[in-house]
């Protein structure tokens, strides 16, 4: 038996050596007596979020499978996704459960997105928990993106949008930019629709802290997301200041986070559709780089305005799905910057 | 059955009881022995994760007309990244009176190497080693386990090669022994999972012919925090294989 134990150990220091060879390096969430709170309280709220993040995660699968027609691959994946708004699950799913395929090819994306998921576990709890009182939630919000930016191999920057994703990443500078959009357009409506709901509950969390008034608060953001959203969705991706403008000054690193999450699974579906980008493992792990967090970027998050400081959180009102919103104007400022230069 | 354990044992059970009472997040597909199967996937727990199991099975053997229950509670620690440590005593009811072995304690490491890519499986490493605190037990044992995780869509094989150092034996008894097993796992759905294996075992008396075994079993999710599994099986082979095995166990990581 003995003998076979160097060959085997130099047998794994040669794989090891293998350009992909890659750690797990999973981290378990913080502890605190608020986890699990969200899925106790708002149950039908969590369903929804096993919806979002099943449709997150599968759909990088889908695209790995390069359907030839992807009219029709739109149209079945944005019919499942709304069978699924109809008949969720009870539990989340880990994207590796829902998108084995694409962990295989990208595991730091995956670990990446589920960590980031964990955080807005996090604070969905915080935030729920009737025991921490309204002035005290900005401190365990805190300790919880603290612990989320411990792993900066894997966390998202607190930096806002326009440092993150227009300079650093120069989004409407990449060959692949918005290849999703073109040919997914009914999936796409599906994501920028989760993007208004996920931040929106944050907004009456917090402006609902009594639990019983938050849990109607809740129902009725679901009400309206099913009713008014799913069937006429944001014509972009809503960034957090514009759908949680309160929770967004509160907490204004962990919503630049969210943003970023949400601007990396665009980025990570368009480098899998187009066809510009042949190593998109490289490509992917390139936007990782520059998309996580770097020294000096807690200074810099609150550095974004607040269009719609008044906001009604248990309203859909039209500058949600008509006009350019934050994306229009920071895109169309880059714009403007790269013809005068 | 608590008779026969020895004041540690026994506070490590009350202990891994007492934690039902608290919560948080399972681990749904990270495959475990025991849960319901035999079979280890290439991961551990994550770090910093604690997670408590206990499982249950009733076992037939047919040869010797035998009814045997048995209870396991296990726990895990998440020391660092990519591995785990875990705690464990087997504790063993036999119809025919016999409690050897009944409340060893095992200790096991878990290493991971690597994640599973396009082009590579995921390996790892397991050992462990079981103390002789049990009723009549002998000799510190040592086992030393391979493991080697593929997949392709959404199905997983894994690959389970064993090497065991059996130093309490007894006249007649192999001092090695090797075991090979090959798992499957597949989801039904986001909160359940299909299980199957087919484990081959050297049976420690030297006489006796290779022991087959297999598993199908089930794993639900309940919730964020807990996974049921439950698992029936059987054996071929030598006549002392196991006739029937039913396993029915709970998961919890907090």
Known sequence: MWRFLPILLTALIFLSSCQNWESKNEVFHLRGAYNNEFY????????LTTVAHWAHGRISDVLLSQPVDTVQADREFYDKSKWFLKHPAKTEPHQTYV??????????????????????????????????????????????????????????????????????????QQPWFKSFRKNWPKTTNIFWAFHWWHPVVYEAQLLYPDLNRQQEAVLKIDELFIEKVIPNPPNRMLLSREVMPRF????????NIFDNLHMFHGIIYDILQSPDV???????????????????????????????????????????????????????????????? | MFKHLNRPIAVLVLLSIGFFSTSFAADHRNLEEGFPTRTEDAYPIAFKALEFQAGASYEY???????????EPELKWGFMKNAHLG??????????????????????????????????????????VTAPSGVDSRGVDFQLLGILTRGWGQNRLHFNGGYTRNNGRESGERADLYTFGIGFDRPIDLDH????????????KKAIDPLFSYTLGLRKQLNPWSVLAFGLGGGFGAPEAVDFKATLAYQLGF
Not at chain 1, 111 to 118: E, P, R, S, V
Not at chain 2, 61 to 71: L, P
């Open chain 1, 40 to 47: 106790k309280r708002h149950f039908k709220d969590f369903q």
């Open chain 1, 99 to 172: 998108g084995p395929e694409f962990a295989r090819l990208a595991w730091r994306a995956v670990h990446a997105i589920d960590w980031t998921h964990q955080l807005h576990e996090q604070l969905y709890d915080i935030m729920t928990d009737s025991r921490i009182p309204s002035s005290e939630k900005i401190t365990w919000i805190n300790r919880a993106v603290d612990y989320y930016l411990s792993e900066p191999e894997v966390a998202f920057s607190p930096a806002p949008f326009e440092e993150v994703i227009m300079k650093r990443v120069g989004l409407m």
């Open chain 1, 248 to 255: 967004s000054q509160l907490a204004p690193e962990a919503a």
């Open chain 1, 278 to 341: 042949k190593d998109k493992r490289r490509e992917i792990y390139r936007m990782i780089d520059r998309m996580t967090v770097k020294p000096g970027d807690r200074t810099m998050a609150k550095n974004f305005p607040t269009p719609n400081p008044d906001l009604d959180p248990l309203v859909y009102p039209e500058v949600m799905w008509k006009g350019g919103g934050e994306m229009g104007r920071i895109m169309g400022h880059s714009m403007h910057h790269r013809m005068k230069g």
């Open chain 2, 61 to 71: 053997e047919g040869d010797d007309k035998t009814h045997v229950g048995e209870f």
């Open chain 2, 87 to 128: 705690l464990g005593t087997p504790l063993t009811w036999r119809e025919n009176g016999d409690h050897t072995n009944n409340g060893d304690i095992e200790i096991e490491g878990f290493y991971n190497f690597n994640v599973e890519t396009q082009s590579l499986p995921a390996f790892a490493l397991k050992t462990s």
């Open chain 2, 193 to 204: 999972l299909f299980v199957a294996e087919l484990f081959v075992d050297q049976a420690p």
